[in-house]
């Protein structure tokens, strides 16, 4: 069994997604993400931009941030976000005990900013998803300009 799929169930466990949601996004994962890297983070998220585009399933690992979009009628899946950590500027994070949420912000490469809030089921777990966050972005350096 390799990194991912090691360190990938646990995850989604730990935050409480279900199997059968595991299940159905797991290919689109799969194909985003290189079988020695480790999952981080694995929760649901909503767009609050957006609160009707449908639900969300956001994936960190130490090189990637993968995100895919179930649609609420149909549940169709598509691959909303798959960027390498380097690819991505002014990544912020801002947590919220008041809501038991954190609200994650980054811009992608092609200039698009996304931002995503991640429910937590108990206010203890805001903290832990703070220390996950600093422990993935605090090291990284600034992406280099790409020249024209």
Not at 49 to 65: E, I, K, N, S, V
Request: charged share 25%; net charge positive.
């Amino acid at each position: 069994m390799d990194v991912f799929s090691r360190t990938f169930l646990p995850a989604a466990a730990e935050a409480g997604v279900p199997i059968p949601t595991v299940s159905r996004h797991m290919p689109i994962f799969r194909r985003c993400v290189e079988p020695d890297d480790a999952t981080v983070l694995v929760t649901r998220c909503v767009n609050p931009d957006r609160p009707l585009a449908g639900d969300f399933l956001l994936l960190l690992t130490y090189r990637r941030l993968v995100i895919t979009q179930e649609t609420r009628v149909l549940h169709r899946l598509r691959l909303h976000l798959n960027a390498n950590l380097r690819h991505l500027s002014d990544v912020t994070w801002n947590p919220d005990l008041r809501q038991s949420a954190v609200e994650v912000a980054a811009t992608a490469v092609d200039g698009v900013r996304e931002r995503f809030r991640m429910r937590v089921t108990e206010p203890d777990r805001v903290w832990h998803f703070d220390a996950l966050l600093k422990h993935v972005f605090r090291d990284r350096r600034p992406s280099l300009p790409i020249a024209a």
